[in-house]
């Protein structure tokens, strides 16, 4: 396949292809698979990171809601995510935040514990986001979600929309398609021309996806493409798609480092508007003030554009690690910095 891959590179221009995957960008870097391409074909990592893309207002909103009393679950790799005080430094100053593996945890905490108010951080694609809808629609009343779930279909065609950066196709996520299947996908080829491969994780299946981009490129073809047949289905997964609709209502929604993306997130509905901790807790958030503001140096935003590499940042292995983090990209296991970090070399 490396083979075809650079004959069809030979005769196209130089080709940029995103993906938007932490778990791809984990295979390409430690894999190799950039050093095994042509230099005419680029892969650049995108918003694919749920952790990277939440907004320190949303993260915040959590510290505040503990500061009234509430205790606040989360995942371990949101702990530590920087914001005006993170979840780890708030829980170093006496705050109730409690790592849990999934939502479930956080549901049965509320059970065993009738007189506290247990408030699940809930981030993610639409890979977490039927989890969410599942438990919420038999919770008890002293669970709530700070829903902070992000949809991919709709900051695929924002990016494109902004035209900071050239693209050539898209690399899809396969976990998120196997929910959504590939028919969300199809409006974006239809409305930029643009080619796409939903792909799965291991080194050939992206290989593969690379080929049949560059296939469909060259052919002059802009389709959206199923490299994950083993996983994922066009009409994706229906029953976990109508407990979402019932669920959960699409918002307009702030990813870090981009701006506001029309219909690219999820709330819950009116339906459930009581295990929604905006606005069960809303008189109480009235006092909530923010302090938007991103450490200098840091530039997070723009790997999460697509715009520079990890290396590219003046703080990446100097000062922002693992350990000590400046931004989110080095957090998450899925961020591309600390992918970068782990496997990639010097």
Known sequence: MLDDIRGIASSLPHTKIMHVCGTHEQSIVQYGLRSLLPDTVEIIAGPGCPVCITPKYDIDTAVFLTKKGMVVTTFGDMYKVPSTESLSDAKSRGADIRIVYSISNAVEMARRNP??????????????????????RDAPENFSVLCCHRLIPPALLFLLGLGAIDIQGFINPGHVSAIIGSKPYRVISEKYRIPQVVAGFEAEDLVRGILMLLN??????????????RVVKEEGNVVAQKVMEE?????????????????????LSEK???????????????????????PKGCRCGEVLRGLVYPEECPL????CTPVNPVGPCMVSREGSCSIKYRYGRE
């Open 115 to 136: 007189g506290k108010e247990i408030v699940h951080f809930g981030i993610g694609f639409e890979t977490t986001a039927p989890t969410t809808a599942l438990v919420v």
């Open 216 to 229: 469909q490129l060259r052919e002059g073809k802009a389709e959206v493409e199923n490299e994950y047949t």
């Open 272 to 294: 459930y508007e009581e295990q929604n901790a905006r606005r069960k807790f809303e008189d109480l958030l009235e006092d909530f003030v923010f302090e938007d503001s991103e």
């Open 247 to 267: 669920v959960f209502e699409v918002v307009d929604a702030d990813w870090r480092a981009l701006p506001r993306i029309p219909g690219s997130g999820y709330e």
């Open 316 to 319: 990446f292995r100097k000062v």
